[in-house]
């Protein structure tokens, strides 16, 4: 199961009705906006962008940037760039995220204004991305493939596939982000924020290094209850192959050994049969509550409520041992890129060194 990645083709049902008022929306919002001239100074401003669905002419330096799902919101932050809208992964009913936050996990707090509400990540809001009248939009390619005609007409639009399978960790955004500054004009800022990355990136492997060497077998776990279905991840999922790069060794049933499958549904039963030195769970809540103080701590209560109380979780050594560290499925599964990875890396080495303890705090 991908909680955070929804089938090819998936859209909102009418979504042809909303085609055609888009469409009326972007031929009035978008009329009087003349396209330049060959040899004028504003088309020698121009750069045509690679990207996944396709190639992209962007013009001058965009402003008012909308942003379809986290992984693009990350990209956007770590060139310094605030959005004019957002969607987010799971929906919100409210109109503006007026306590970013609050609101929206891990990357809220590095925001400065109050972006537009646009939809969700699978299904934006054609009509309310249109009235932004936006420079540029950044969306993922197998969510927003349907509407990328209609994003296009609206304004400059990029796509990008994103946790592809058996992609290389902590690198496979960087071709990304280059492209996104591309079209920002930021190509030198982005140069810095991956030698940054790349230094960070060293000294927390290097700081995990001597953990994972004695505590290497890792069971990493995904659900959002314990009373539903539970996938375990295999080293082909995104945080499997993190894990993996870091020293650690990603342990599956003998059977799914061979297996080139990201993740397979398993039952708590079989947990005790596996040898495992420490377990990572990965928890998300689809019921948003925009009132949540804590909105990276309310994607994992529940299983940490459930896991506290069931007596197979509470069988396994690595329970007894006090090596169960939950974390939220945001940090695997949407950011995988420069803020994202250096949480999840930074979180986990005060996990494994004790400054946390495990199975009573998330990270």
């Given amino acids: 199961m991908r909680p955070m990645r929804q089938p090819r083709g998936y859209r909102l049902k009418g979504l042809i009705v909303g085609g055609a008022i888009a469409i009326t929306l972007i031929a009035c919002n978008r009329a009087s906006a003349p396209r330049p001239e060959k040899g004028s100074a504003a088309s020698e401003d121009c750069r045509t962008i690679v990207h996944d669905a396709g190639e992209t002419t962007v013009c001058g330096q965009p402003q008012s940037v909308v942003t379809i799902g986290p ?7 770590a060139l310094d760039v605030q959005p004019v809208g957002h969607a987010e992964y799971f929906p919100f009913p409210v109109p503006v995220f007026e306590q970013p936050a609050q609101q929206i996990p891990y990357l809220g707090e590095r925001l400065t204004g109050q972006p537009r509400n646009v939809g969700t990540a699978h299904d934006p809001a054609l009509e309310v991305i249109a009235a932004l009248k936006p420079d540029l939009i950044l969306g993922d390619t197998l969510k927003n493939e349907d509407e ?24 496979d955004w960087q071709p990304d982000l280059r492209a996104v500054a591309q079209a920002l004009d930021l190509t030198d800022p982005a140069e810095a924020v991956i030698s940054n990355f790349r230094e960070r990136q060293t000294a927390l492997t290097e700081a995990i290094a001597p953990q994972a060497a004695q505590t290497p077998n890792v069971l990493l776990l995904l659900g959002q209850r314990l009373d539903q279905e539970m996938q375990i991840e295999t080293r082909h999922s995104a945080c499997g192959g993190l894990l993996e790069t870091l020293g650690f060794q990603v342990t599956v049933p003998a059977a799914l050994e061979s297996s ?68 939220t499925v945001y940090l695997c599964h949407a950011l995988l890129g420069p803020i994202g990875t250096e949480i999840f890396l930074e979180q986990l080495r005060q996990q494994l060194e004790g400054e946390t303890i495990g199975a009573k705090r998330s990270f």
């Fill in 148 to 171: 990328y005609a209609l994003l296009s007409q609206i304004a400059p639009t990029l796509l990008f596939t994103y946790d592809e399978p058996n992609s290389e960790p902590m690198q």
């Fill in 260 to 327: 080139r499958e990201e993740s397979h549904a398993i039952s708590l039963e079989v947990l005790p049969q596996m040898d495992a030195d420490l377990i990572i769970i990965e928890g998300f809540n689809s019921e948003t509550d925009t009132s949540a103080k804590d909105p990276i701590a309310s994607q994992t209560q529940v299983l940490k409520q459930q896991w506290q109380t069931n007596a197979i979780a509470q069988s396994l050594p690595a329970s007894q041992n006090d090596r169960v560290y939950f974390t």
């Fill in 71 to 77: 992984n693009l919101l990350e990209l956007l932050l």
